[in-house]
């Protein structure tokens, strides 16, 4: 069993930044694949941003170019960096772990959820 404690979020203007981060603990596969999904009220839950142990990434259309993710690897925790942020953005944001190598899991095939953090942008 993998446990993911995330961190961040919060309340922001439109045009500004956030930083979410993700750690991982317990029974971690050292080859897999973690991100952030993010779910709008009346909404399903839809990707955000993907990134495999090897360091590749993937990104929804909507997010690339202003959100950044990464990883650190012998801290077992990943990190989005968001920018440029608009009210569309607003949504409760989740960690997810997959033990191996996907580009972009559906949200029903990963193994591991985090809690949930609030993102809100105001206009």
């Known amino acids: 069993q993998v446990q993911l404690v995330e961190s961040g979020g919060g309340l922001v203007q439109a045009g500004g930044s956030l930083r979410l981060s993700c750690a991982a603990s317990?029974?971690?596969?050292?080859?897999?694949?973690m991100g952030w999904y993010r779910q709008a009220p009346g909404k399903q839950r839809e990707l955000v941003a993907v990134i495999r142990s090897g360091g590749g990434t993937n990104y929804a259309d909507s997010v690339k170019g202003r959100f950044t993710l990464s990883r650190d690897n012998a801290k077992n925790t990943v990190y989005l960096q968001m920018n440029s942020l608009k009210p569309e953005d607003t949504a409760v944001y989740y960690c997810?772990?997959?033990?191996?190598?996907?580009?972009?899991?559906?949200?029903?095939?990963?193994?591991?959820w985090g809690q949930g953090t609030q993102v809100t942008v105001s206009s």
């Open positions: 997810a772990y997959k033990r191996g190598l996907y580009a972009s899991p559906r949200a029903d095939e990963c193994d591991s």
């Open positions: 317990g029974s971690i596969f050292s080859i897999n694949t």
